[in-house]
């Protein structure tokens, strides 16, 4: 498996301000499938801002073992605000070429071609010419996950992606990037608040609390404990495993946790 980025012993925070996790030596590579789980305010954002390169590190050093960073797509969280224009569906997934086509060039027959080939499969190239603000919160989304495949990404970057969803939209939506992530053998990692989501589509997982002090990677069949959950967020949390099913809940007395 090929590294995409690597943090060597990153100190990660906003400038001149102090490091809000312990150093961190981590990384990602093609094929991998992380979910970020922490409590709000834990520093989710910024260890994802710094993965995306729009902070800077404090300390330590960002890797590209490639030589160059990695093609990125990313996928916001689902509130935004509304267009000021109706864009179609069809315009907002070639946003995702930008890269591409740079700051001159106007998007080309190849360029629609792959843009609708992205909307096919996420299942939506019948709605490509749709204004894209009539589409449902979960068909909205996985027209931002297209739009970010449009990118021809290596690396597929989703912020809280299915907050505002209903829970059988979320398992939709994880189910299609975890079937991308194993056909286009890109790497992905995906912050959510939601802990059954990460233990059962990430085969990794990051744990992250900057109230603690607090950084931990590893697979998420480890990661993803009772133990390890119910302190992370400060509550009795139980997780169950059965089978392929993940269920979780907050246990019914209180217990310290240490």
Partial sequence: MSSLVSFEQVSIGHRRGEALLPPISWSIGRGDLIGVLGPNGSGKSTFLKTLLGLLPPLAGRVVHPQGRPPR???????????????????QVVLMGR????????????????????????????ALADQPFRSLSGGQQQRALVARALAAEPELLVLDEPTSEMDPAAEHALLSLVGSLTRSRDVGVIFVTHEISSAAGFGRGAVLVDRRAQYFEAGLAT????????????????EVRREGDRVLVWLAAHHEETR
Avoid: N
């Fill in 222 to 237: 480890e990661l993803i404990t009772s133990e390890r959950m119910s302190r992370l967020y400060g509550r009795p949390i």
């Fill in 72 to 90: 990125l797509g990313y996928v916001p969280q689902s509130a935004r605000p509304d267009f000021a224009y109706p864009l179609s569906v069809l």
């Fill in 98 to 125: 930008a890269a591409q086509l740079g700051l001159v060039r106007r998007p080309g027959h190849s360029d629609v071609a792959v843009a609708r080939r992205q909307l096919e499969a996420v299942g939506l190239g």
